[in-house]
């Protein structure tokens, strides 16, 4: 059983800051039943996805004042950098995110990943190769911590939510690999993917 940290009142003033993001952040809308964008300290595109599936997102000019005071906060917590910021907008119950894991090339899954919700609560599924689906729910200025290694062994989505709700912001902060670090971390990343497709769970 993978060990989740969850902690609800990680951030103050989760309002505030909910509608900081959801009003200043240079969102896109793609062909995703939610709003996105992207950080990076390293100016470069991250894609994620395979064939005809993968996306790439090239990073806003320069880090959001208050996602930048986040990320500095938790790095000193958690004593590794986050090199990039993921967002999700979600409008409201009807949008969601499927299974999935966060497994790009480019990611060093010997660090952590960190969800910091804002907005109405919903919830996070998550499952191993046991096939058990797990539950948490996010409150707004709560931090869920996706252990080194997780994106190896779990897949995890936001459902479509069963009741009416309003609209949620998530950073997903992650460790980068540089470029001459990309190799092993792939490869571990391709079986895993081997046995999730041979359980039936992709």
Same mark, same amino acid.
């Given at each position: 059983?993978?060990?989740?940290?969850?902690?609800?009142?990680?951030?103050?003033?989760?309002?505030?800051?909910?509608?900081?993001?959801?009003?200043?952040?240079?969102?896109?809308?793609?062909?995703?039943?939610?709003?996105?964008?992207?950080?990076?300290?390293?100016?470069?595109?991250?894609?994620?996805?395979?064939?005809?599936g993968a996306k790439t997102y090239y990073p806003a000019a320069g880090w959001d004042d208050l996602i930048a005071e986040i990320k500095q906060k938790a790095e000193a917590d958690f004593g590794v950098k986050f090199e990039a910021c993921f967002c999700n907008g979600y409008n409201d119950e009807h949008d969601s995110l499927n299974w999935h894991a966060d497994d790009s090339e480019v990611i060093d899954h010997k660090r952590p990943i960190l969800v910091f919700s804002f907005g109405a609560k919903r919830e996070i599924w998550y499952k191993g190769m046991d096939g058990i689906v797990h539950k948490q729910m996010l409150e707004s200025g709560s931090l869920f911590v996706m252990p080194a290694g997780m994106q190896l062994t779990h897949l995890h989505r936001i459902p479509k939510h069963s009741a009416s709700c309003g609209p949620r912001v998530?950073?997903?902060? $992650?460790?980068?690999?540089?470029?001459?670090?990309?190799? &092993?971390?792939?490869?571990? $990343? &391709?079986?895993?993917?081997d046995v999730f497709r041979g359980l039936g769970l992709l």
């Open positions: 059983m993978v060990k989740i940290t969850y902690i609800a009142e990680a951030v103050p003033n989760p309002a505030a800051c909910f509608e900081h993001f959801w009003n200043n952040l240079p969102w896109e809308q793609r062909d995703v039943p939610r709003r996105e964008c992207f950080f990076s300290d390293n100016g470069k595109p991250y894609t994620y996805g395979r064939g005809l998530s950073l997903t902060f $992650r460790g980068l690999l540089q470029a001459h670090e990309i190799g &092993q971390d792939e490869r571990d $990343r &391709q079986k895993a993917i």
